[in-house]
């Protein structure tokens, strides 16, 4: 019989695994932080292609058919004056010629190339992993949810695109938010299910009330980092960081003026459409985000999330530094695309850092129902 002073083992699953065992879940992890790595490359590119204002050169969606560029000279003429009918050619760029045209063009249509990429390398493995075993389940759930997400980015990015091609000679700050906290969401979510297939961590070596202290901390981080996403996106759609280029002061002050701020009525537009209450929000988050990576990375400084949380620090940190550097030299391309870069990076570690957290303290839970190995003893014999 069993010994009734032994804990119940079902009590205690083990480690996360991909259905069809540790090799599989080292091909499908692989799988899944190349996807991540092209959605970073994506959200490169897309930065690039907005601070080039290149987005809307490309007036039409065509999901399939527009993988291939123009490749005579009458097809490009043909799309140039697809482009010469929309606001922002006749507002902005009114006689600009076909040379530079093209290259505008081609920020935008490499960002939708590597938007079809990633469809493309999320799918076809999938279904060879759905198709040997590999991926099934739960598992197979979370890919899917992937590659819906990925279809609805691309509406997004398109909705995005629409909101520019009339009455405005850039798209809606709104969208262009949404697009790019989407994207981020994306990635989060990617790397969050990669991580699950790694190796059980070692538990976590807090007591159990820390633990789900830095656990909880651990994982408020990236969704916090999402939310500074968005309001990054709203000061790329409001080029709300082309002005007010000082730091720490901000027009002269550390608070600006309640009347500043609150200028719009009603006053929740002052949070999506004031230029200087949007960038002064980023200011705050950012602040906020920096203050709670070093706290939670002192809260851990003597468990095994300690790594993680000084590297999380660590990185928050330098994308502060790159954020500063942004405002103060007024958005150079170069620097800019470093910041937006560093955003993804932030977000990653964060994710990383949570997972790692998440996985810690539920073994440290489970420990005394598993094996030195991280699996549950066997059961004793009824014998």
């Keep these: 019989m069993r010994d009734a002073t032994r804990p119940a083992i079902a009590a205690a699953p083990p480690a996360v695994f991909a259905p069809g065992g540790p090799r599989a879940a080292g091909a499908v992890r692989l799988w899944l932080y190349v996807v991540a790595a092209l959605i970073v490359a994506m959200v490169g590119v897309g930065g690039a292609t907005r601070l080039t204002e290149s987005g809307l050169s490309i007036t039409q969606w065509k999901p399939v058919t527009g993988v291939v560029p123009p490749l005579s000279p009458a097809e490009w003429q043909a799309e140039f004056e697809r482009y010469k009918a929309i606001p922002q050619y006749e507002i902005l760029n009114r006689g600009m010629g076909l040379d530079g045209f093209k290259r505008i063009y081609w920020w935008e249509w490499t960002h939708r190339l590597l938007g079809r990429l990633v469809g493309a390398v999320v799918l076809l493995p999938l279904l060879y992993f759905a198709a040997t075993g590999a991926v099934r389940g739960w598992l197979l759930a979370c890919c899917l949810g992937l590659f819906a997400l990925g279809g609805l980015q691309g509406a997004v990015g398109w909705w995005m695109v629409a909101s520019g091609l009339s009455a405005r000679t850039s798209v809606s700050p709104y969208r262009l938010a949404i697009h790019l906290t989407l994207a981020g969401l994306i990635l989060s979510a990617t790397v969050m299910v ?92 950012a602040y906020a985000l920096w203050a709670a990576s070093l706290l939670h990375a002192l809260d851990a400084r003597r468990t095994h999330g300690a790594r993680g949380a000084c590297l999380l620090f660590a990185v928050v940190s330098a994308q502060a530094m790159l954020g500063i550097a942004t405002l103060l030299l007024a958005v150079p391309l170069g620097v800019a695309l470093a910041h937006q870069f560093g955003a993804t990076v932030v977000l990653i570690a964060a994710t990383l850092h949570a997972a790692d957290m998440t996985q810690a303290t539920g073994m440290a839970r489970r420990a005394p129902y598993l094996s030195a190995e991280g699996r549950p003893p066997p059961a004793p014999s009824s014998r």
Excluded at 201 to 216: E, Q, T, V
Excluded at 217 to 224: D, E, G, R
């Design 194 to 285: 990669a991580r699950t297939l790694a190796p059980p961590a070692a538990p976590s070596a807090a007591p159990p009330d820390m633990g789900m202290r830095l656990r909880a901390t651990a994982v408020a981080l990236p969704i916090l980092v999402l939310v500074q996403i968005f309001a990054g996106g709203l000061v790329a759609g409001l080029d709300a960081g082309m002005a007010f280029n000082t730091w720490p002061l901000m027009d002269g002050a550390l608070i600006p003026a309640p009347d500043q701020l609150g200028a719009m009525r009603p006053w929740w537009r002052n949070l999506f459409e004031n230029a200087l209450t949007v960038q002064f929000d980023h200011r705050m988050i």
